[in-house]
């Protein structure tokens, strides 16, 4: 399928594209307090990406052989990352540090990473989103080291249906890594699903049920075209209204009131329904959808991307990207690093135009990275 995003394609112009270079182009104010965009909002939360590798093979995320990993020398070392986030933190406002990856947690100086971020600021809430395969014997250290708490990645509570979408038969480690992570303190877990038709999708209630008897937060998150195998299409994936659809034989879901604060996913408050599907009376708890493709919250966006590779991506499904290590290597200067990085978020696009009018009128271009490059 040919499909556009609906942005200026790279060429088309630095600032309608969204591109930021090192010269600062006279669109982009001199004063920016932050990380600005011209649509109005601020950019306070970091996710960083740690790695491309990892060692699932996710179905809607990577391909089997896997991807051509990064070299070592392109991959930002420990003391980059934590100047990065420092420049992020006492320069751009970030109020709020994502470790993801490809996989965070193949990386051997990951402890160490979170030990010195924490060690500067005490105060940033420090979350890693994993697929907690090795968890169980991390998960004490990263604890000590100041991560103040996991999102972890769990589609499936059946050995069968895990291996089938993970491509890996390792669902008992990964709940090892869960339950270590819950009884050193790492809370409150958040666990990530994507319902995949034909798959998993008949698990909704089972994981909604066992993430609530556990005090976990499950979130769905709608399948996106990020995949290394092109294999998304529209009508394949499970829309957040269909979501809310397979809960309902089991739960009551209300929206929840509480404000969402540029949090992607939208929650609901979840009641289990009682004998003969009567609404129950007691709220158990909440279920979060993150409706990127469908109920998208672009113009909520908080977030600024920075990949392995040191290259800050104002969106998700940009196409646009601003080189950060080429500076930290040539040992430019804090505030000239932040200026560069204000410059590629002020070009951060309005909307992915991913939206169900974008799809079905073929104006979406996938990017060439693939969630696991961007670290989603
Ligand atoms: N490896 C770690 C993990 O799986 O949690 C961190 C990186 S992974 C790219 C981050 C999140 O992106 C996971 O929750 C995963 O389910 C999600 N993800 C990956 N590909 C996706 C896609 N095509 N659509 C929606 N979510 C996706
Ligand atoms: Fe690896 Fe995470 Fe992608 Fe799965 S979703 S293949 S665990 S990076």
């Known amino acids: 399928m040919k499909i556009s995003l609906g942005l200026p394609l790279p060429g088309a112009g630095a600032l309608a594209s969204g591109v930021s270079s090192s010269r600062a182009t006279p669109l982009v104010p001199a004063s920016l307090v932050g990380l600005a965009d011209k649509y109005g909002r601020r950019a306070t939360d970091m996710r960083l990406s740690l790695t491309d590798k990892c060692n699932l093979r996710c179905t809607y995320c990577m391909p089997a052989d896997g991807l051509d990993w990064l070299t070592k020398q392109h991959v930002m070392t420990g003391n980059e990352i934590v100047r990065l986030v420092r420049i992020g ?11 993801t990856g490809g996989e965070p947690l193949v990386r051997a100086d990951l402890v160490n990473i979170i030990r010195a971020i ?7 809430p420090i979350s890693l989103t994993t697929n907690a395969l090795g968890l169980e014997k991390k998960a004490q250290a990263l604890k000590d ?3 103040t708490r996991i999102n972890v990645s769990l589609d499936s509570l059946h050995p069968d249906t895990f ?6 038969p390792v669902l008992n480690r990964v709940m090892a890594g869960v339950e270590e992570a819950d009884r050193v303190g790492l809370g409150l877990i958040k666990i990530n699903a994507v319902l995949m038709r034909g798959v998993n999708d008949n698990e909704a209630p089972q994981l909604l049920d066992w993430a609530l008897t556990r005090g976990f937060e499950l979130r769905f998150i709608e399948q996106m075209p990020l995949d290394a195998d092109h294999g998304w299409t529209r009508k394949g994936m499970i829309s957040a209204a269909e979501i809310r659809q397979l809960l309902e034989p089991d739960f009551v879901l209300t929206p929840d009131r509480r404000q969402r604060e540029g949090a992607p996913a939208e929650r609901w408050e979840v009641r289990r329904r009682g004998a003969g599907g009567a609404p129950g009376v007691k709220v158990a708890g909440t279920v979060g959808i993150i409706a990127s493709v469908t109920e998208p919250f672009c113009s909520d966006c908080r977030r600024t991307r920075i990949t392995a590779e040191g290259k800050v991506r104002s969106c998700l499904f940009s196409h646009e990207e601003t080189d950060l ?8 200067d804090d505030g000239v690093i932040a200026r560069r990085w204000q410059e590629a978020m002020w070009g951060k696009p309005k909307a992915h135009g991913m939206d169900n009018t974008g799809l079905d009128s073929a104006d979406y271009v996938q990017p060439e990275r693939t969630m696991s490059a961007i670290g989603g």
């Open 89 to 99: 933190v006492e320069q751009l406002g970030i109020r709020e540090l994502r470790l």
């Open 118 to 124: 924490r060690t500067s600021h005490a105060d940033l």
């Open 145 to 147: 080291a100041g991560l």
């Open 163 to 168: 291996a089938q979408l993970t491509r890996r």
């Open 325 to 332: 290590l080429g500076l930290l290597r040539a040992e430019a």
